[in-house]
C-alpha cells in the first residue's frame, strides 16, 4: 500500500503564502509523476500543478506565476508554494502521486486533502 500525508494548508489573508507538503510512504518502487489539485465547493477537481521524476512541471493558467511546484525524490515528496494568494483559492488541496510500487505493479494514490481558505 501507498499512503500520502498532507500538511501545511489553513487560513491566509489575501496576498499572503502557504506551502503545502505531501509524503509518500509505504511500498514504493519509484516515483514517476507528482501532483496537487484542488476542489473548491460546488466545483469539480481540477490540476493545480504537476511535476515529473526530471523536474518538469505544468501549472493551471489561473496559478502560473503565483505558484510553484518542487519535489524531493530522495523523500518522496512533493511541495506547492503558493504565494499572492487570492479568494478564489480557497479550495481543498490534494496531492497525487503516480509510480510503481513492490511486485511492480503500478499505483496511483491521492492524499486525504488538506483546507486552504484564503479570507480577510
Known amino acids: 500500500q501507498v499512503q500520502l500525508v498532507e500538511s501545511g494548508g489553513g487560513l491566509v489573508q489575501p496576498g499572503g503564502s502557504l506551502r503545502l507538503s505531501c509524503t509518500a510512504s509505504?511500498?514504493?518502487?519509484?516515483?514517476?509523476?507528482m501532483a496537487w489539485y484542488r476542489q473548491a465547493p460546488g466545483k469539480q477537481r481540477e490540476l493545480v500543478a504537476g511535476i515529473t521524476r526530471g523536474g518538469s512541471t505544468n501549472y493551471a493558467d489561473s496559478v502560473k506565476g503565483r505558484f510553484t511546484c518542487s519535489r524531493d525524490n530522495a523523500e518522496n515528496m512533493v511541495y506547492l508554494q503558493m504565494n499572492s494568494l487570492k479568494p478564489e483559492d480557497t479550495a481543498v488541496y490534494y496531492c497525487?502521486?503516480?509510480?510503481?510500487?513492490?511486485?511492480?505493479?503500478?499505483?496511483?494514490?491521492w492524499g486525504q486533502g488538506t483546507q486552504v481558505t484564503v479570507s480577510s
Open positions: 497525487n502521486v503516480e509510480g510503481l510500487r513492490y511486485g511492480f505493479r503500478n499505483f496511483n494514490a
Open positions: 509505504g511500498s514504493i518502487l519509484s516515483i514517476n509523476r
